[in-house]
């Protein structure tokens, strides 16, 4: 089965491929290596047929969300510390850090592919600060981490 990220914030999120790097704009589709390749592709939950959001899982507070495959982005137990899973993480890392500035919440989750309801492995109040580096993100099957801005016990 396929795993996937999700993210899920009180404000829109931006959809789409980061972290593609082909070889010039004149050949968008060619590639100089498999890390220029290696990307993350953030697909939103707006049904354009409907004209609806709908929910990745019911573990989510906030309707604006959004999924990426996670073929390079590890559980705890498969970290393989190779430059495609280090650029996924970065890319992420980045992706959520522009996304916690904006809107001083998210909420961060992976499940395989149809596991997204199944009951939590775990469930963590993170402060984005304390997250020092893009390894810090890789969590276990079915983690959710709410992911906040600030201490809500900070004056």
């Known amino acids: 089965m396929t795993q996937y990220i999700y993210l899920a914030s009180p404000l829109r999120l931006p959809k789409g491929s980061f972290g593609l790097n082909p070889i010039s ?12 390749f290696t990307h993350l592709f953030f697909e939103d939950n707006y049904d354009s047929n409907s004209k609806r959001r709908f929910p990745y899982s019911s ?9 990426a495959y996670a073929n390079h982005i590890p559980l705890t137990s498969q970290l393989k510390g190779n430059a495609e899973e280090e650029k996924c993480l970065t890319i992420l ?11 001083g919440v998210i909420q961060y989750f992976t499940s395989l592919n149809g596991e997204e ?33 600030w201490n809500v016990n900070d004056d």
């Open 93 to 103: 890392y980045d992706y959520m850090g522009e996304a916690i500035q904006k809107s």
């Open 59 to 67: 573990h989510f507070s906030y309707k604006h969300q959004v999924a």
């Open 117 to 149: 309801n199944l009951a939590l492995s775990n469930k963590r109040n993170i402060h984005w600060l304390d997250l020092k580096k893009p390894y810090d993100l890789v969590l276990e099957d079915r983690e959710l981490w709410e992911v906040t801005l």
């Open 25 to 36: 704009s004149e050949a968008p589709n060619v590639f100089g290596n498999e890390v220029d």
